[in-house]
């Protein structure tokens, strides 16, 4: 693929008398700037291992950090850094964006350091699924992330004998049961990314992989009929009331909008014993010292123990002036690497992106993310919110419905529903390449 294709964007930014000399930043020519979005504990001390690794073989990591969970601050500041010529020459661009970004020229396209690493052999095929674009190699991976976790305190629910629920049913009487012993039973936050990941993993739960995949995969109009949204609409808003913290204590009160790494500091301090979330939280609680199967115990959502809900965090390469071309591909070639895939994912919570890496030295729920997305039998499929399914613009508006759904106690499930197959006729059919 060409690096500036005669694409809008693009052909803009090549135009004679535009102030800046390169469409990319970063002065030494070891130096590659990176946007991301990780700055939580965890996500600071992956980013930073990959930056020592890269130190090793003589690149200086120069940090764009762009906090907000979810990375949505930081997409749109990568727009905007690109369209004032000022673009990184590493960003954090997952899944379906990728595509875009791509057709207009502006991802350097990776395919020597794929063929010479042999991606195409030591990655899972989900994962060259998600880093191709139009038969090109755009990205190089760092991890897969599972969004389909129940964590579970086990010191709260031993210290109030409450048996681990592993159905709705174990987790409404669990919910009670910590209510009256004055603990908040689940960690929830109003912020609308966090909501719709919740959303997302219910929704497999009910719809089962099949029919997740005919909606968020294919977008099939008529599966947004099926009864399983409006249950999963309603899951919703009772998991979110299991989030009212007991009368009487310092949590009273509905939930807020609050960071996620708030809700894990309070699940790890056992002021709360339940969350659902992607295991980046998992990877936070190793900062704090808790380790997965001894301290907390990872469950699947209801309904989801054999499936995969996936997101996989990639890093691509802007082309700009192709100044650091072979910088970014010693860099892609180093992420790939078997050694830091093992060494990031180890602190960031996701598993390795190779069949090959030897992930026994992972903690059991690592170990058991890693075995269901090796297994070929396995329902993989790809998390919406996580940017694995529908572009930016989609994506967002999914999420908005989700979330106004969530805060509004007058809108019934079923008026939901409506809402999202409205929604859905309105962005109609898909016009970028499949999730696999
Ligand atoms: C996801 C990203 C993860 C994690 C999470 C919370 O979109 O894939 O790596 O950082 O956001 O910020």
Known sequence: MCALALFPLAAALATPGIAAPSATSGDASNELNVLHWWTSASERAAA????????EVGLRWVDGAVAGGGGGAAIKVLNERTLRRMAPKVAQLNG??????????????????????????TMFPQVMAQLTVRDHVVAAPLGIHRINNLYLNKAV??????????????????????????????AFSDEPWQVATVFEALL?????????????????LQAFDDPALERSFKRLRDWRNMATGPAGTSQNGAPRERPWTELVAD?????????????????????LGLEGGRDFECKAVPGTAQAHLYSIDTLAMLAGNLSSQAEQEKMAELLGSAALQ?????????????????VDELDLCAQQSFKLFANPNTPRVPSLVHRMAFEEVGKNAVIETVHRFALD??????????????????????????AS
């Open 48 to 55: 930073d291992h990959v930056a020592a690794r890269m130190a």
């Open 96 to 121: 379906q964006s990728m595509s875009e970004w791509a057709d207009m020229g502006l991802l350097l396209d990776l395919d020597n350091v794929a063929q010479r690493r042999n991606w195409s052999r």
């Open 157 to 186: 629910f031993k210290q109030h004998k409450i048996e681990l629920p592993s159905d709705w049913a174990g987790l409404e009487r669990a919910a009670q049961a910590l209510r009256a012993a004055g603990v908040t039973p689940v």
């Open 204 to 220: 497999l739960g009910e719809a089962g992989p099949a029919l997740y995949r005919r909606m968020m995969v294919q977008r099939e």
């Open 267 to 287: 699940f790890a301090a056992g002021r709360s014993a339940m969350l659902i979330t992607g295991d980046w939280a998992r990877g936070e609680l190793g900062t």
């Open 342 to 358: 093992l060494g990031y994912n180890r602190i960031k919570g996701s598993v390795p992106v190779r069949r090959d890496v030897p």
């Open 409 to 434: 106690p007058n809108q019934t499930p079923a008026a939901a529903q409506r809402k999202l197959q409205g929604l859905l006729r309105a962005l109609g059919p898909k016009s970028v390449k499949a």
